[in-house]
């Protein structure tokens, strides 16, 4: 993972294969920058996914509600899978599921 920081904003750009480890690495930038407002995670170079990384991904997300998500390199599929998870972490909360994080798809 290589990660970027400009002025509020944490480029977080992924290898090859986003499994669990990268998904808990996600959870740890956004802690150590305390002062977060967008992140956009880059999944362009990814060619091996492990869905439980989503799982782990959608807790992170939902435990981080002010941060500003935007998402590129994902496929429709995928995008949708991350959805799922989002809804499913926010149901397991007691909040009402389509009041997800929102996520913006974009072109990296």
Same mark, same amino acid.
């Given at each position: 993972m290589h990660a970027e920081l400009e002025r509020g904003t944490l480029l977080l750009r992924f290898g090859r294969r986003f499994d669990v480890s990268e998904a808990e690495r996600i959870s740890d930038a956004i802690r150590h920058f305390s002062s977060l407002r967008h992140l956009t995670l880059d999944f362009t170079d990814v060619r091996e996914f492990q869905d439980p990384a989503y799982a782990v991904l959608a807790e992170? *997300?939902?435990?981080?509600?002010?941060?500003?998500? *935007?998402?590129?390199? @994902?496929? @429709?599929?995928?995008?949708? *899978?991350l959805r799922r998870e989002l809804a499913?972490?926010?149901?397991?909360?007691?909040?009402? #599921?389509?009041?997800? #994080?929102? *996520?913006i798809p974009l072109s990296c």
């Open positions: 992170t *997300l939902i435990a981080n509600p002010s941060v500003k998500i *935007l998402v590129c390199g @994902l496929t @429709l599929r995928r995008g949708d *899978l499913r972490a926010r149901g397991r909360d007691g909040i009402f #599921p389509t009041s997800s #994080p929102a *996520l």
